[in-house]
């Protein structure tokens, strides 16, 4: 048996903080309000030429690095980003030029906030299946340029950055032992950034309509999300032969602390194995699953043979979750 070994993680976040001071001046909101109901205290905003592409490529030269791999020596790059540089050519493409990642297979997937586990169920199969032997997973996200800044629904709970992980090639079981990807029909208009496709592309018309502009449905998505969320993490722990208690971190993705809270309460995990560091960084997207394994290794809670959970929720609704191993 083949399995895909996590063996280097990155990150990258913006240098421009927006704190929810800086929002109370922009919208009718208030710190309060916000640290209350989401659990954000500030998030970072990507600054000028700063793009999913290129905070992707910061992310994955840490990864790389930490693992020792030659961008050379990538076979597959998968991009897991709803917010790609343009819609043609891929966020993947972009990234292959400015890594040098000249072998390597480009590109995009988007399943939104559930990018990443999307992504790495990608990378997982095609280096279990013996078709590629190192692959690169990075999760990046630039909502805050398809956030309308008059909308505090949405507008007060994105941010910017990106993550990545190497995964390569070994016989010793350890990696993503499981994984569930779903969906929930019908529901793709609660949250969802209608314009610039091929429904209503670019017109001075969509721009009128604000079409461009993310909308969201809060209080539906937020119930679907603690549903999905918490069914879909028992099922990677049950398929991966495991019980609740052998997990040693959940790395839920980071939307809200209250989603969060509900998701350590379903699972019966007490705060100190449920990553969190929403409070610093809001929603990223795709990459808050990354961002949060990268500080989570950084503060000491993953060890080699350590059991970890990975569950998102996003646009489409989609769901990803997935059981990993700790590698290193
Ligand atoms: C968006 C979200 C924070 C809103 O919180 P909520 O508790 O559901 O709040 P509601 O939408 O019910 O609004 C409650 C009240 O707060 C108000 N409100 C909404 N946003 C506000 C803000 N930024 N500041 C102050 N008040 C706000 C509403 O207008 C409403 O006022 P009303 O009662 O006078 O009508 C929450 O629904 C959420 O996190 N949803 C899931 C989002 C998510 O995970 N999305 C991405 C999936 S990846």
Not at 133 to 161: A, E, H, M, P, W
Request: proline share 5%; aromatic share 6%; charged share 20%.
């Amino acid at each position: 048996m083949t399995y895909a070994a996590l063996t280097g993680w990155g990150m990258y976040v913006p240098e421009r903080v927006l704190s929810n001071a800086d929002l109370e001046r922009i919208v009718d909101t208030s710190d309060e309000w916000i640290v209350q109901r989401t659990g954000i205290r500030e998030r970072r905003i990507a600054g000028p030429g700063e793009t999913s592409a290129t905070m992707g490529v910061r992310a994955a030269r840490q990864a790389l690095d930490r693992a020792g791999v030659d961008p050379r020596d990538i076979d597959i790059l998968v991009v897991a980003t709803s917010t790609p540089d343009q819609l043609m050519p891929s966020a993947a493409c972009v990234v292959q030029t400015e890594l040098g990642a000249v072998r390597a297979g480009p590109m995009d997937v988007n399943a939104a906030c559930s990018g990443f586990a999307y992504g790495l169920a990608v990378g997982t199969q095609f280096v279990r299946s013996g078709t590629s032997k190192t692959v690169l997973v990075i999760g990046t996200d630039t909502l805050s340029r398809f956030l309308n800044y008059q909308d505090r629904g949405t507008c007060i709970l994105f941010g910017d950055g990106a993550g990545a992980v190497v995964l390569q090639a070994t016989d010793e079981p350890t990696g993503v032992l499981s994984i569930d990807l779903g969906a929930i029909p019908n529901t793709g208009e609660m949250l969802e950034i209608p314009g610039g496709g091929s429904a209503h592309p670019a017109s001075p018309e969509t721009l009128d309509q604000k079409l461009h502009y993310m909308t969201m449905q809060g209080r539906e998505v937020f119930k679907h999300a603690v549903r999905a969320m918490g069914e879909s993490t028992l099922k990677v722990i049950a398929d991966a032969g495991l019980t609740p208690d052998q997990v040693s971190l959940l790395i839920p993705h980071q939307a809200n602390i209250r989603i969060i809270d509900a998701m350590a309460k379903r699972l019966e995990l007490p705060m100190h194995q449920v990553f969190v560091n929403i409070d610093r960084y809001g929603n990223t997207s795709a990459a808050s699953i990354p961002i949060a394994m990268c500080e989570a290794q950084e503060a000491g809670l993953l060890k080699r043979g350590d059991h970890l959970a990975i569950t998102a929720f996003g646009g489409g609704l989609t769901w990803g979750s997935a059981l990993i191993r700790w590698s290193v």
